[in-house]
């Protein structure tokens, strides 16, 4: 069995570090702004500032269990898994979005809620509320940033919900901060108690938004969906490189798991060429594959049928 170069593995092992180490950066950081946003929900007797501070407990724990599983998936693969465990990042990923879903329903009910029964901030608390949205929104822009150069430089399902997730706090943050200053601003006016509630529900609206990303594209990572036409195209070109080098192509094959790809190639060689000649053609195809598409594992498995009979 061909084993991966030492650099590859040193690769891999760095980009599993540099997601690990943001996580563990975004959790310091969502546990240090939960607690004084506790107090000053209290105080303020804002219904935003207590949605916000139970959406901020669920987000901590869905980037509490992003953080296990980037652990785990670190330290590499074992016997057991001889795939790796890359589709427990898109489970992670799921049950990043499922604590988004109840994120959501606290923001619609206590909106609704407050909607029903208006009331006015106390601006003792809304001071203390407005300078710790400032820091969140400029904490969580930069997590929103940094998690989505890393989700993009390798496919991670785990970075691409943690870098939605921190671009919805960081807008929600934006959100409430201009909602207190309004209403404290505008306080004098009867129809300022719904300014509080009123941006509620447009927090709701960016966290479906959300939701709706990053469950769809963990759901069909677990499902095998066939990969997405870029890359598909890409197996192309490079097969109709070596088109002279087999008879006939009689399917491909691909999938996602986590952050790597899987790719099957089923070709039918010359029967008068010798196994060693096949070997060599197999090893350049693979080779020129896996150098174009990152973290891509190629099989050319010589076949005289078709993949689907």
């Known amino acids: 069995m061909t084993q ?19 996580l563990f950066h975004s959790l310091v950081t969502d546990f240090v702004l ?9 105080l303020a007797n804002s219904i935003i500032l207590l949605a916000d501070v139970l959406k901020c407990a669920c987000e901590l724990l869905a980037t509490l269990l992003a953080w296990l599983a980037l652990r785990r998936i670190s330290r590499g693969e074992s016997a057991e898994y001889e795939y790796g465990v890359g589709k427990l990042e898109n489970l992670t990923s799921i049950i990043v979005g499922a604590v988004m879903s109840v994120c959501f329903a606290i923001v619609v009910f206590t909106a609704v809620y407050r909607m029903l029964h208006p009331s006015p901030i106390h601006s003792g608390g809304a001071g203390l509320a407005v300078f710790l949205m400032l820091c969140g929104m400029c904490a969580n822009t930069w997590l929103w940033i940094k998690n989505y150069r ?73 499902l095998d969906k066939t990969l ?19 008879k006939e192509l009689h399917g491909v094959r691909s999938r996602r798991s986590g952050g790597d790809i899987f790719i099957e190639i089923f070709l039918e060689f010359d029967g ?36 689907t009979d």
């Open 150 to 222: 890393i989700a993009k430089l390798e496919h991670s399902p785990i970075m691409e919900s943690q870098w939605r997730l921190f671009r919805t706090k960081a807008m929600a943050d934006s959100l409430v901060f201009a909602s207190l200053i309004l209403s404290l601003g505008l306080g004098r006016y009867a129809w300022s108690v719904y300014i509080d509630p009123a941006a509620s529900f447009v927090i709701a609206a960016i966290l479906l938004f959300s939701i709706h990303a990053v469950i769809t594209h963990s759901v069909y990572d677990l």
């Open 34 to 42: 939960f607690l004084p946003d506790v107090v000053a929900a209290v």
């Open 4 to 22: 991966p170069h030492d650099s590859s593995i040193a690769a891999d092992s760095g980009g599993d570090a540099d997601k690990v180490r943001s």
């Open 228 to 246: 997405d036409e870029g890359v598909q195209l890409i197996i192309i070109n490079k097969l109709v490189a070596f088109f002279h080098e087999y």
């Open 272 to 307: 008068a060429r010798s196994m060693a000649e096949v070997q060599k053609v197999i090893n350049d195809m693979k080779g020129t594959i896996e150098k174009s598409i990152r973290g891509s594992s190629v099989s050319i498995i010589p076949t005289t049928t078709n993949v």
